[in-house]
């Protein structure tokens, strides 16, 4: 059995830098600690950029776009047509995302993964067509093998165009009418979690459509949730084989979405390629968490943006013991949240970068 590039190592943060920095936080003309997780995310960014001067001038989108054949069990309030159309909104200029990117000076890149209404060619949308939708996962897995692996690449591919442009923030965003319940499905197997736990609004249900949602999540976990998942002795007897990861990928296959795949493989390569990661709402923040379980190592390459007001997603964070920057009731996922954390990002940065210290201000020290 050969390793799946997913497993291979991440990069690691610099101690060096972070120490250094941690010491110049120490020199700033403020009490130790008073500017909180401003603080600790510049040091954190230090350690990531290898820097003693962390920055995000240079802030990379990709928002994944694919189709999801558990639309067809009424689990969403807006119609399966809205995912392509979104894609021509992105790439126009008019969606939330598209309006937060230009407001950054970011670089927006829109891939599309498959969408039932495909709108074609257009100029500025990345086709990397996998098919018009993933399967029904009530009724079998929602990919092959050989589509999830394609999926984690166009992930990939993403972030070595981000890297190959010194970009030094990623940042992934996704859409697709139903994946809310795809991503309750995959963290309810990742979990081990119950449906009525994690399954909420989308984008919009009241409270039957969520009974609905949890009901639907429920059959296809009994299809695909159990003991067959388990991996093979000779897998387990290989020892760089880590078993969690198999299982995970083999969750992410059978319960994911192609923009669900496509952000985890973009999670790990990032990690791997060194480029730090904000991650947005519950969608993406399902992604991680396949991500993580696939590769411990892309855990220290994860910042998170916002507490989206998704029911599951509470939950989510705290199996990611992550403490995310904002928490404004935002609902949409595009990378909308994490999109708007980056300006205190950025600040934490320049007041790293650009506070005098003790000394050069003449104030005195404790
Ligand atoms: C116009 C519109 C724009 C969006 N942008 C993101 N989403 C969000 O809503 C979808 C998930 O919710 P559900 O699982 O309930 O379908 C995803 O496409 C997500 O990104 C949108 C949804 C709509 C309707
Ligand atoms: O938190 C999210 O990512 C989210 C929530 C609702 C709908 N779409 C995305």
Redesign the pocket.
């Known amino acids: 059995m050969t390793l799946h590039w997913l497993e291979a190592a991440c990069a690691t943060p610099d101690s060096t830098f972070i120490d250094a920095a941690r010491a110049r936080q120490g020199q700033l003309t403020k009490p130790l600690g008073s500017l909180g997780g401003l603080e600790t995310i510049a040091i954190q960014l230090a350690g990531l950029q290898r820097s003693q001067a962390p920055n995000l001038d240079r802030v990379w989108i990709s928002v994944f776009a694919g189709d999801h054949g558990v639309a067809a069990e009424g689990?969403?309030?807006?119609p399966q047509a809205?995912?392509g159309e979104?894609v021509r909104n992105f790439a126009n200029g008019g969606?939330?995302i598209s309006v937060l990117a230009r407001e950054l000076g970011a670089t927006l890149d829109v891939v599309t993964l498959g969408t039932v209404n495909d709108p074609g060619e257009i100029a500025g949308v990345t086709r990397r067509i996998i098919a018009p939708a993933t399967g029904n996962v009530c009724e079998g897995p929602a990919m092959t093998a050989a589509q999830l692996d394609a999926a984690l690449a166009v992930g990939a591919a993403s972030v070595a165009q981000a890297a190959a442009t010194g970009a030094q923030l990623f940042i992934g965003g996704?859409?697709?009418?139903?994946?809310?319940?795809a991503a309750t499905a995959l963290a309810c197997a990742l979990l081990d979690a119950g449906p009525d736990e994690l399954a909420g609004a989308?984008?919009g249900?009241g409270s039957a459509g969520i009974a609905h949602k949890a009901a639907v999540v429920t059959r296809a976990l009994a299809l695909h949730r159990g003991p067959d998942v388990e991996v093979d002795a000779d897998v387990v007897a290989d020892t760089r084989i880590n078993a969690d990861a198999v299982v995970a990928r083999e969750y992410l296959r059978r319960l994911g979405g192609f923009e669900i795949a496509a952000l985890t493989g973009a999670f790990v390569a990032a990690a791997q390629a060194g480029v730090p990661v904000l991650v947005d709402g519950f969608?993406t923040t399902a992604a991680a968490l396949a991500a993580v379980r696939i590769n411990p190592g892309v855990r220290p390459w994860l910042l998170f943006g916002h507490r989206s007001h998704e029911r599951g997603h509470a939950r989510l964070l705290q199996a990611l013991d992550a403490r995310p920057l904002l928490d404004l009731g935002l609902r949409?996922?595009?990378a909308s949240g994490a999109a708007a954390a980056v300006p205190l990002l950025r600040l934490a940065c320049a007041l790293h970068n650009r506070m005098a210290t003790f000394d050069q201000a003449g104030v005195s020290k404790p």
């Open positions: 689990i969403s309030a807006f809205v995912t979104m969606a939330a996704e859409m697709g009418i139903g994946n809310t319940t989308g984008t249900l969608i949409l996922g595009e």
